[in-house]
C-alpha cells in the first residue's frame, strides 16, 4: 500500500510540486511517484525485519512564473517499524 501526499490550497498555473526523501531512504527501499499535485510514497523493494525506517520526506510548491521562487514547503516523518517478518 502507497502513502499518498496531497498538496492543497491555492493553485496557480505556474505552480509545480516537487517530492523528494530527504533521509532515511539509504537501503533504496522506497521511492517517490509524483502527478502535478500529489505524490506516493511507494515500497519499491522487499525489506525483512526486524529493522526500522524513519523517512523525512519534503513537498515542495514552487512558482516558476516568479523564478522558480519557493512558495511551500511541507515536511513529512513516517515511521516504518518491521517485526521479524518480510514485506
Known sequence: TALHIVSRGPWKPSYSVRFRI???NE????DVNRSSRSGWLRL?????GPDRYLLTLH???IDHF????LISRTIAFV???????AY
Open 22 to 24: 530527504e533521509q532515511g
Open 27 to 30: 537501503k533504496h527501499c522506497f
Open 44 to 48: 519499491v523493494r522487499p525489506i525483512i
Open 59 to 61: 513537498l515542495d510548491v
Open 66 to 69: 516568479l523564478r522558480k521562487n
Open 79 to 85: 515511521d516504518v517499524n518491521l517485526a521479524e517478518n
